[in-house]
């Protein structure tokens, strides 16, 4: 048995079972163009049976050129009716793609109280549409449905089921353990056992409910599975499908099988952030090799050691997956987190600076009154650059007024109305807006353009606010956090006080003069902020 | 060996070396009381030799009776002095807690990189150490850091500083992934030859930077580990620890292991989010076993297939963790999704129904327009209810309006002026507040306190604000997603507009609605919302 494995992507459908994803057909096609570049090898659109959506999508990319290999997903036909007459085995032929992946039942119980069918009829239905699939000359994919759990309840039945696929011409034998719930000794003693049974090559689609998702997968490649199915960021039903995110990694820089290429390792990280933008999910920052916070180091005894050896606590370098090492400020930080940041954008700082010491002082208090700047790169880049008088101010507030009104059976009007001083000169300015804080944006940037046209070039991407719980309810502040981007790179800044606007001011004008002054120093450059390790890391 | 396992719970120190993470004495005096009612037969409380801090938390906590024993975190003493005369040492017994925890390097390569001495004077520490905490009556914990890369890089030192903790006494010892790079199947392999060579009881220490410390764990108690050391919902370092929420029900319910009762197995996955909670960390829905959607059916076909035996597409009852099964409403969902959620709230609906029809289109309409019922139960509840006719309007909005206004120099004010009509009677009220929305929700409140007293039982606990992508940019929506609490229970509620403002007050009229309708329908009863079935599910 060789080492490479074919990876079979079904973030665009399995994925979208997650609570709380929802995709277009557009996110779908953007979603497929970023995987065919991650390399994987079969990316499964959706279901053209079910929904019009689906087959909005499977025209749509009809017209692209991709490597791999677009599947539509469907089910084995109807009970007691013809394969040639099903309408969605039909749609899927219909479709054009060349591959096609089938579910059906391989544990009795389902067959009786899900399908409320015989267990004879089950085998004829996973025999005439696999048949059916061949002769119309695509690829099948068979995913065997709640596999494991049908293996430990009637081995014969489950096993008969597989046969019928195999004996019909499918391609694939998927091995699904769709409820979640089994245990890497099983899945690796029932695959190993199956691979000694089957000629066809054997997949497995695991399951998230126990978080032994990858566990399960890496398990079934050791017993002989060649196809892995998965979804990026481990996006799927209840706790999620297995993540590809994760699993590529590992058997690919630790466990010697081969999936992608080197170089598309190294987009492994850009690419599940951009998922998760365009399915507008946040990622957990502690998301293993590709969260923000994979290769972050709090603890300043850990950040003293990396400063001497990555290796004492990295357990891959990052950049193979594209990711990259932080040190986080924080109380539990020594001087060392501050200095290494200090390093990292080129301040002359030391241990036995008298400015370390205030600078780490002022980062304390601030963190005391609510600030997080572990989730605010930029804020704190600002402050340290600030800190050596590096930075310039890019205007005065003079004031501010907003005023929002409605009136029942009347939209809601916003409107804000800054004065600000930019180079000694007043500008009044008036804008209206999607309630006060983009008001509050769009005046501010109306007052700012005539003086930083590039202001244009970068937009917020999202925008937080949380309660900070404290024990004085009435008194209660809250922090917001800004996300902003220039489609190339994106910052995070941060505002904390009593009154959401005034917090959400705080990191607007952060988020606007990380920008400019970043990218006034670099002027045109193509890759401003990275070229400078300017941008979050 | 016993199928008995010891639970070391971690949460207050290694927990709190994640990103976002940072906890005062008073929480986590909170957070160490839940998990002695959990069970948990250790909570490391921190280091009261590093952070003042720490040792104002283990002074509050000696009062408390607690089950679980108390244990102090610390290093093996410095190099190159002696243990009698080390002060984190001598803080740790001055602390006065029962055990304790001491780090110690068993990789060679730290030992040279790190610590910057030689392999001797490194067993010398952990010897003395270990010795120390003995003769002053101490339990004594020893984490072997970096034990696996160590033993794969030289295996006789690794097991030579093992060794050296035993001779001195040691009560445990743990074997810690400290970079969470070791596979399943080299714990396994390594835990049961290290098992063979101790005659001191064995622990598992695992990181989750391959989403592998679950598995990981698991496989080092079938090896023979005996104590697991992990946090509530995995908290720690880069990609957190070992997560007790999930290794805890898998032991117990699925591999015959003993950790906690029954009882506290239930509260699993209240602890679970009293911590999250505290912490001030978002759980993921997909959490396995206590995240919201754990349990959580959305595709039509799986929903009815649980509606004729949840076993369908359910691991584990969700009641044995104390989690509960939901059935969401998108557009995936068939309209299985619908009626089970409206039979669940006791309504007359069934599939043939022309009103199941309706509702079905509303809610479609309602999603295209940007709402997500998914993380809204209770406006989804409010939206099933008022279609049955079931709920009463509690007032009339007529006018509102707001006010925020800065000076430089000066803090900000924001005020709300609403206009209501309760009942046919008109009320005017105006009120300040932090902010907008804080403004708005004291007006209303003021406004409908007379007629409500029991306005005041409830508030809101979280508010988050997102903006939902677009391509148009200018007219981009925001969804307010608000959770209200009154403490028992915990409901959530949704607005979607053009403006933040307007979006803020759908979901807060929603959240005051579902609260005031459904408390009033049960009076005072103790427990409303559960007894009806009205919270969140």
New interface residues.
């Given amino acids: 048995m060789g080492n490479t494995i074919s990876i079979f992507d079904t973030t665009l459908r399995d994925g979208?079972?997650?609570?709380?994803i929802?995709l277009s057909a557009?996110d779908k096609v953007k979603i497929a163009q970023k995987l065919d570049l991650l390399g994987v090898h079969y990316i499964e659109g959706g279901n053209p049976g079910s929904?019009s959506k689906d087959i909005e999508f499977f025209q749509r990319v009809k017209g692209m050129k991709l490597n791999a290999k677009l599947t539509a997903f469907g089910s084995t036909r109807r009970k007691n009716s013809i394969a040639d007459q099903d309408s969605s085995l039909l749609r899927i032929v219909e479709s054009g793609v060349p591959a096609a992946t089938l579910v059906g039942k391989s544990w009795d119980?389902?067959v009786h109280?899900?399908l409320q069918t015989t267990l004879e009829e089950n085998l004829s239905m996973i025999y005439d549409s696999f048949a059916f699939l061949r002769r119309k000359g695509v690829e099948a994919i068979f995913d065997a449905e709640h596999f494991f759990d049908g293996y430990k309840h009637n081995p014969e039945y489950a096993l008969a089921v597989l046969r019928k696929a195999q004996d019909a011409g499918a391609d694939w034998i998927v091995l699904c353990d769709?409820?979640?719930?089994t245990?890497?000794?099983e899945i690796h003693s029932i695959v190993s056992r199956i691979s000694n049974e089957l000629s066809t090559p054997i997949g497995i689609h695991t399951h998230?409910?126990?978080?032994?998702a990858?566990?399960n997968t890496?398990?079934a490649v050791?017993a002989g599975a060649r196809q892995i199915q998965g979804t990026i960021n481990?996006y799927?039903?209840?706790?999620?499908n297995a993540?590809l995110c994760?699993i590529l990694p590992?058997l690919q820089l630790?466990?010697n099988y081969r999936c992608i290429s080197d170089d598309q390792m190294q987009s492994l990280t850009k690419t599940a952030r951009y998922v998760s933008?365009?399915a507008?999910v946040?990622m957990?920052?502690?998301?293993?090799?590709v969260?923000?916070?994979?290769?972050?180091?709090?603890?300043g005894?850990?950040v003293?050691?990396i400063m001497?050896?990555s290796?004492?606590?990295?357990?891959?370098q990052p950049e193979l997956v594209g990711n990259k090492q932080r040190v986080?400020v924080?109380?539990?930080a020594g001087q060392s987190n501050i200095i290494s940041k200090a390093q990292e954008l080129g301040l002359d700082i030391n241990a036995n600076n008298e400015k370390t010491k205030q600078i780490m002082e002022r980062i304390k208090d601030l963190?005391h009154q609510g600030y997080?700047f572990?989730?605010a790169d930029a804020s704190l880049e600002l402050l340290l650059r600030d800190a050596f008088g590096e930075m310039k101010e890019i205007f005065?507030?003079?004031?501010?007024?907003?005023?929002?009104?409605?009136?029942?059976g009347h939209?809601?009007n916003?409107e804000a109305i800054v004065k600000v001083n930019v180079d000694g000169q007043t500008v009044y300015m008036a804008a209206e807006g999607?309630?006060?804080?983009?008001a509050l944006n769009n005046a501010l940037r109306k007052a700012l353009e005539q003086y930083y046209p590039s202001i244009n070039d970068f937009?917020?991407?999202?925008?937080?606010?949380?309660?900070?719980?404290e024990?004085d309810?009435t008194a209660?502040?809250?922090r917001v956090l800004m996300e902003s981007t220039d489609f190339k790179n994106t910052w995070n800044t941060v505002g904390v006080?009593?009154?959401?606007?005034?917090?959400s001011?705080e990191a607007l004008v952060d988020s606007i003069r990380y920008a400019l002054l970043t990218k006034l120093k670099v002027d045109n450059h193509d890759e401003p902020r990275e070229q400078l390790g300017l941008v979050n890391h």
């Fill in positions: 979208t079972q997650g609570e709380g929802s557009e929904n119980f389902h109280t899900a769709t409820n979640g719930g245990l890497p000794t998230n409910d126990c978080e032994l990858v566990a890496l398990a050791e481990g799927g039903e209840r706790c999620g993540n994760s590992t630790k466990m933008e365009i507008n946040h957990p920052v502690a998301q293993p090799y969260g923000n916070a994979a290769f972050a180091h709090k603890g005894i850990h003293s050691a001497k050896d290796k004492t606590y990295e357990h891959i986080l924080s109380e539990l963190e997080q572990e989730g005065k507030l003079e004031s501010l007024k907003m005023l929002v009104e409605k009136t029942n939209g809601m916003a999607n309630g006060p804080v983009n937009h917020l991407s999202d925008y937080k606010v949380r309660v900070i719980d024990k309810a209660a502040k809250v006080s009593n009154n959401v606007i005034e917090a001011w």
